[in-house]
């Protein structure tokens, strides 16, 4: 079992950054799957990106190239560094971890204004 808490970060420019943050309640070592997830109004969630225990990264076409998953297993922390934001990112964004059951965060909220 694991608590993830996120960072609170808000409102943004487009063409903008933010460095969202996703911290456990236990050792992330050995946990083989996090990442984020996003949702907008009236949307389904959708993968933003992923990480392994490895630290092998799978990312979602549309933040390609803009987007950056990490890990600091010291810190039992996950990071998303968001550069290029558009207002099409704005959105809910969750940080999971599969344990194998899937655990979540309580979400904090994106927006990018044009």
């Known amino acids: 079992q694991v608590q993830l808490v996120e960072s609170v970060v808000g409102l943004v420019q487009a063409g903008g950054s933010l460095r969202l943050s996703c911290e456990a309640s236990?050792?992330?070592?050995?946990?083989?799957?996090m990442g984020w997830y996003r949702q907008a109004p009236g949307k389904q969630r959708e993968l933003v990106a992923s990480?392994?225990?490895?630290?092998?990264?799978n990312y979602a076409d549309f933040v390609k190239w803009r987007f950056t998953i990490s890990r600091d297993n010291a810190k039992n922390t996950i990071y998303l560094q968001m550069n290029s934001l558009k207002p099409e990112d704005t959105a809910a964004y969750y940080c999971?971890?599969?344990?194998?059951?899937?655990?979540w965060g309580q979400g904090t909220q994106v927006t990018v204004a044009s």
């Open positions: 990480i392994t225990s490895s630290g092998s990264t």
């Open positions: 999971y971890a599969t344990l194998p059951w899937q655990y």
């Open positions: 236990r050792t992330i070592f050995s946990i083989n799957a």
